[in-house]
T-cell receptor, first 112, second 114 residues
Framework: QKEVEQNSGPLSVPEGAIASLNCTYS??????FFWYRQYSGKSPELIMF????GDKEDGRFTAQLNKASQYVSLLIRDSQPSDSATYLC????????????FGTGTRLQVFP | DAGITQSPRYKITETGRQVTLMCHQT?????MFWYRQDLGHGLRLIYY???????DKGEVPDGYVVSRSKTENFPLTLESATRSQTSVYFC?????????????FGPGTRLTVL
């Protein structure tokens, strides 16, 4: 079992809709969680991070963390075609907070 | 503002050859990381470094060697390249460990081993 799991997709949503991306993790000691966006052929770039249970909002993006269920999600409101990319979830393992374990990513397609 | 750069951007080599991928950052970040990205596996950590002369293994270190004599450089060497090392390699850096800090990624090196 991978430590960080994501559905590979693609997740297809119409422009203007809410895209919901999900991630589960197996290490209960994980403390920090990150969402990166990666456009095709490009390098990953950070969207946001979350440490505490609950929601964290940044513009059109909301990260949600539920440590009891070991679940992290990213909501993208008012999805735009420019949001079409692969979204990578990452977590710091409990045994070593210097590094990140990445999921395999979910490909999001926003169609006009 | 050069940020983090990788060279070469593309490399084709043959099985058994030694290959070195370069990574250079201008931010004086303490931490540097090497990842490989493969279809179906996502990003996997190869090695990382918390400071000059301090390196540690990641998830998939076998077949790779790193060094960090200067803060700004973190070369990755494949001592005897194998076809399974065909991948896209990303270097990243951050001011501190992953728990509280953003990792900034370089543009990547696409390596093909024939």
């Amino acid at each position: 079992q991978k430590e960080v799991e994501q559905n590979s997709g693609p997740l297809s949503v119409p422009e203007g809709a809410i895209a919901s991306l999900n991630c589960t993790y197996s290490d209960r000691g994980s403390q920090s969680f990150f969402w990166y966006r990666q456009y095709s052929g490009k390098s990953p770039e950070l969207i946001m991070f979350i440490y505490s249970n609950g929601d964290k909002e940044d513009g059109r993006f909301t990260a949600q963390l539920n440590k009891a269920s070991q679940y992290v999600s990213l909501l993208i409101r008012d999805s735009q075609p420019s949001d079409s990319a692969t979204y990578l979830c990452a977590a710091t393992p409990g045994y070593n907070t210097d590094k990140l374990i990445f999921g395999t990513g979910t490909r999001l397609q926003v169609f006009p | 503002d050069a940020g983090i750069t990788q060279s070469p951007r593309y490399k084709i080599t043959e099985t058994g050859r030694q290959v070195t991928l370069m990574c250079h950052q201008t931010w004086s970040h303490s931490y540097m990381f090497w990842y490989r990205q493969d279809l179906g596996h996502g990003l996997r950590l190869i090695y990382y470094s918390a400071a000059a002369d301090i390196t540690d293994k990641g998830e998939v270190p076998d077949g790779y060697v790193v060094s960090r004599s200067k803060t700004e450089n973190f070369p990755l060497t494949l001592e005897s390249a194998t076809r399974s090392q065909t991948s896209v390699y990303f270097c990243a850096s951050s001011t501190s460990g992953a728990r509280t800090d953003t990792q900034y990624f370089g543009p990547g090196t696409r390596l093909t081993v024939l």
